[in-house]
């Protein structure tokens, strides 16, 4: 059976940080330890935010700050704070996802490519939102909520 599209460190794209394979010989070993340094960091990934991200980063408490004041139990506040951020993530990537289509300057293939890993990632985050809202609804269920409570996680869950 043949291996199509496989990737080995040396196809990936990716510098090795340390190769570990090689053995000092007779003669390196005499040379002491300047042929045996420590590993040179060399820089991976990049993140960058947007000013409006930054602006909501700052922010006193953010946008769970309602969440958090709410007095509901905190396995709950946490999957909530877990549900808006799955759905903000989705909703980056669909902006992304317009972004790709209106740029003229891709080729078709490349744009394809990347539509093509942006609707998986969707698809992956959509499947995380299914089982946190599957899990709040078990756990709102076991907490024996007033009904209060369980407005307000409604009401929690549908703010954006």
Do not use: F, H
């Not at 053995?23 to 300047?34: H, I, L, M, W």
């Not at 999957?79 to 080729?107: F, H, P, Y």
């Not at 299914?130 to 269920?141: E, G």
């Amino acid at each position: 059976m043949a291996a199509i599209g496989t990737l080995n460190p040396g196809s990936s794209g990716v510098a090795s940080l340390l190769d570990t394979s090689r053995v000092a010989t007779g003669d390196e070993q005499e040379a002491g330890p300047s042929l045996l340094t420590t590993p040179t960091l060399v820089e991976g990934i990049k993140v960058s935010l947007s000013g409006a991200a930054i602006e909501k980063s700052a922010g006193a408490g953010g946008d769970n700050r309602d969440i958090e004041e709410s007095g509901l139990p905190e396995n709950i506040q946490q999957l909530l704070k877990m549900i808006r951020q799955l759905q903000q993530q989705i909703a980056e990537k669909n902006a992304r996802i317009k972004a790709v289509m209106a740029d003229k300057t891709l080729s078709t293939e490349v744009k394809l490519a990347k539509l093509a890993a942006l609707k998986g990632a969707i698809a992956a985050l959509n499947n995380g939102l299914i089982t946190a809202n599957l899990s709040l609804s078990k756990v709102m269920n076991q907490s024996n909520l007033t009904p209060e409570q369980t407005m307000k996680t409604a009401a929690l869950l549908l703010k954006n």
